[in-house]
């Protein structure tokens, strides 16, 4: 099956420093991203779809200038949690889905822990 | 509403048993549909697609009720490693993907 590659696996950091996470579809081009936060025992969250070359679409209440969403390419999709707080501290998973394909691919997830 | 709603069980079951789980969806115009298997702290995995003809895979069976808007998936012969979260996800026509809160299952020896 498809192939998604996430980094960093999990990272720790400081209140008010910003995380960079990146999703990469390593044997597909991925026209379209998604990236979801999972708090514990909760379901998956969408929080943002992006399309190769254009401005991602949030969800509701998923601010935009704190999670900034970059998908430069057709392989590569950045998250930056800019200015993290604990309450940022979560699962985040991206996947990826290419035209005219069915379904989506998962990375293995970052866990991000703001102390 | 939700778009997509499971049953959170969990669902305890002995092993060699057979277990159904079912997903309700509102959007009518839903074009796919899924099942996928996420395991505790691990990221979702794609299990199966589900048609409107059913479709089966080993010891799981999906299908899909277009006019009362449900999913189903059937594992017969339940393993140990069957136990998981199972995820029911359902695509629009926008390349939306809406996802189940999941159905815990526990299989027991």
């Known amino acids: 099956g498809a192939v998604v590659s996430q980094h960093p696996s999990w990272v720790i950091c400081k209140s008010g420093t910003s995380v960079k996470i990146e999703c990469r579809s390593l044997?597909?081009?991925?026209?379209?991203m998604f990236w979801y936060r999972q708090f514990p025992k909760q379901s998956l969250m969408l929080m943002a779809t992006s399309n190769e070359g254009s401005k991602a679409t949030y969800e509701q209440g998923v601010e935009k200038d704190k999670f900034l969403i970059n998908h430069a390419s057709l392989t590569l999709s950045t998250l930056t949690v800019t200015s993290a707080h604990p309450e940022d501290s979560s699962f985040y998973i991206c996947?990826?889905?290419?035209?005219?394909?069915?379904?989506?691919?998962f990375g293995p997830g970052t866990r991000l822990t703001v102390t | 509403r939700k778009e997509v709603e499971q049953d959170p069980g969990p669902f305890n079951v002995p092993e060699g048993a057979t277990v159904a789980f079912n997903c309700t969806y509102s959007n009518s115009a839903s074009q796919s549909f899924f099942w996928y298997r996420q395991d505790c702290r691990k990221e979702p995995k794609l299990l199966m697609s589900v048609y409107s003809s059913g479709n089966e895979d080993g010891r799981f069976t999906a299908q899909l009720n277009r006019a009362s808007q449900y999913i189903s998936l059937l594992i017969r012969d339940s393993k140990l490693s069957d136990s998981a979260t199972y995820l029911c996800?359902?695509?629009?026509?926008?390349?939306?993907?809406?996802f189940g809160s999941g159905t815990k299952l526990n299989v027991k020896p």
């Open positions: 996800v359902v695509n629009d026509n926008f390349n939306k993907f809406y």
């Open positions: 044997d597909f081009q991925a026209t379209t």
């Open positions: 996947s990826a889905s290419a035209a005219g394909g069915i379904g989506q691919y």
